[in-house]
């Protein structure tokens, strides 16, 4: 047991990834095109801070005048990979196997998904995936499957333009806070062909996560993880 920490450990030093691009209806709209995307794939690790909304410092992200549309009840993909120069789909171009844990997507009705921090209240949880019946993480269906990470845009919500959060949280250091690794970038998109009748509950980022939650601050190595609870808001439903 002790052996498996400390390879989780070592592997936590260099093993990221980023949410570099938006794929949509079959067409990839390129590194950092509509996606605010980082220099450093570095994790956030405090939840209190206004970089676990879209990331930012100590890994700032680069602006983008690109707003993507996309059409309401679609899927889309988030592209991760281990850094912006990485060009390959295998496993370790994703990101280190030892990151395993839950991925969530989130989206925020915005006046102008170009300038908004994305700091504040208004976001409502889309998706989310944690451990299955097998024991296998959602992380882990991501590296093997090619870094893609597909999202489903309700078909209810209010034409107009969002910011999307695609998140992998990676709980091989969380047995103590801070810990956990959050991974997160948004992307800029324009939602068309919504009915406009849903008005979800939404959270603030920072805010619907805390240091204390049972899905951000446990060890998924011993004892073994059989109920895991993915932590933020219930998934939001047309």
């Not at 990834?17 to 079959?26: A, H, P, Q, R, Y």
């Not at 910011?163 to 801070?178: F, K, V």
Request: proline share 8%.
């Amino acid at each position: 047991m002790k052996s498996i920490l400390l390879a989780a450990v070592a592997a936590g030093a260099s093993a990221h990834t980023i949410f570099s691009s938006l794929e949509v209806d079959g067409k990839n709209y390129g590194i950092g095109n509509g996606v605010r995307v980082p220099s450093y794939n570095g994790p956030i690790q405090d939840v209190t801070s206004d970089s676990i909304a879209c990331n930012g410092p100590p890994n700032p992200t680069s602006p983008t005048d690109t707003v993507i549309d996309v059409q309401a009840g679609d899927t889309v993909t988030a592209v991760w990979r281990y850094m912006l120069s990485t060009t390959g789909s295998a496993p370790n171009d994703i990101m280190d196997s030892s990151h395993k844990g839950p991925i969530s997507a989130y989206l925020k009705k915005v006046d102008d998904a170009r300038t908004d921090s994305g700091v504040g209240d208004g976001w409502f949880k889309i998706q989310e995936d944690g451990l299955d019946a097998s024991g296998v993480w959602a992380t882990t269906k991501i590296i093997n499957g090619q870094g893609l990470h597909h999202i489903t845009i309700p078909t209810c919500i209010e034409p107009g333009q969002y910011l999307l959060r695609a998140e992998m949280l990676a709980l091989h250091a969380a047995s103590s806070y801070p810990g956990a690794q959050f991974y997160q970038e948004c992307a800029q998109i324009n939602v068309i062909g919504g009915t406009g009748t849903a008005s979800p509950s939404t959270v603030a980022l920072p805010g619907a996560y805390q240091g204390s939650d049972p899905g951000i601050t446990l060890s998924i190595y011993w004892p073994p993880v059989e109920n895991y609870v993915i932590p933020g808001p219930d998934v939001f439903q047309c």
